[in-house]
Antibody, heavy 120, light 106 residues
Framework: QVQLQQSGPGLVKPSQTLSLTCAIF??????????WNWIRQSPSRGLEWLAR?????????DYAVSVKSRMTINPDTSKNQLSLHLNSVTPDDTAVYYC??????????WGQGILVTVSS | DIQMTQSPSSLSASVGDRVTITCQASQDITNYLNWYQQKPGKAPNVLIY???NLEAGVPSRFSGGGFGTYFTFTISSLQPEDIATYYC?????????FGQGTKLEI
């Protein structure tokens, strides 16, 4: 059974960087059959897919255009985890952030979600 | 980006009712569509993948259909535990957008 454990701060100041980590248990971040995603949810935006990383002999990473200039996701094979860094945050980035994984077509496993509030 | 339009945004039904939700894609996504159920305070849970395939362990009262740009999600006999918000999501090409959700109430 795959489990995803998210960690990170719940409060970030405007203009700073939001950093979250998703630890993966029961699978490998570099699995040749898995893909790992970041999604966020807010009342104003609903569910918003942000980014995905997967390994098929090399790493492939996709980003939503809305965050591409500000976001980086990093797979860490030594710790078997995926991180998210979103810089220059504004209150509009306030949301519950989820990591989710599974195959390339199904996000079958989800983390518990972390509410991140952007406020001074 | 591919836009996903769900209808209705909310739905009130009774136990035992047949409930249908629709999802329309802004362009052809063949059958690259999933349906998720989300209960309050929880992460979404996949019910249907590939437009019509039931995820393992999901009750058979849930079903999906459609191809191209028009898709349906049906609960054949609504149960109290089905109260949740349901989302469609495409996986044709990034970004993998979600519909705005359908909140199901009894």
């Amino acid at each position: 059974q795959v489990q995803l454990q998210q960690s990170g701060p719940g409060l970030v100041k405007p203009s700073q960087t939001l950093s979250l980590t998703c630890a993966i248990f029961g699978d490998s971040v570099s699995s040749n059959s898995a893909a790992w995603n970041w999604i966020r949810q807010s009342p104003s935006r609903g569910l918003e897919w942000l980014a995905r990383a997967y390994y098929r002999s090399k790493w492939y990473i996709d980003y939503a255009v809305s965050v591409k200039s500000r976001m980086t996701i990093n797979p860490d094979t030594s710790k078997n985890q995926l991180s998210l860094h979103l810089n220059s945050v504004t209150p509009d980035d306030t949301a519950v952030y989820y990591c989710a994984g599974g195959s390339k077509v199904i996000m079958a496993y989800w983390g518990q979600g972390i509410l991140v509030t952007v406020s001074s | 980006d591919i836009q996903m339009t769900q209808s209705p945004s909310s739905l009130s039904a009774s136990v035992g009712d047949r409930v249908t939700i629709t999802c329309q894609a802004s362009q052809d996504i063949t059958n690259y569509l999933n349906w998720y159920q989300q209960k309050p305070g929880k992460a979404p849970n996949v019910l249907i993948y590939g437009a019509s395939n039931l995820e393992a362990g999901v009750p058979s009262r849930f079903s999906g259909g459609g191809f191209g740009t028009y898709f349906t999600f049906t609960i054949s006999s609504l149960q109290p535990e089905d109260i949740a918000t349901y989302y469609c999501q495409h996986y044709d090409s990034p970004p993998y957008t979600f519909g705005q959700g359908t909140k199901l109430e009894i």
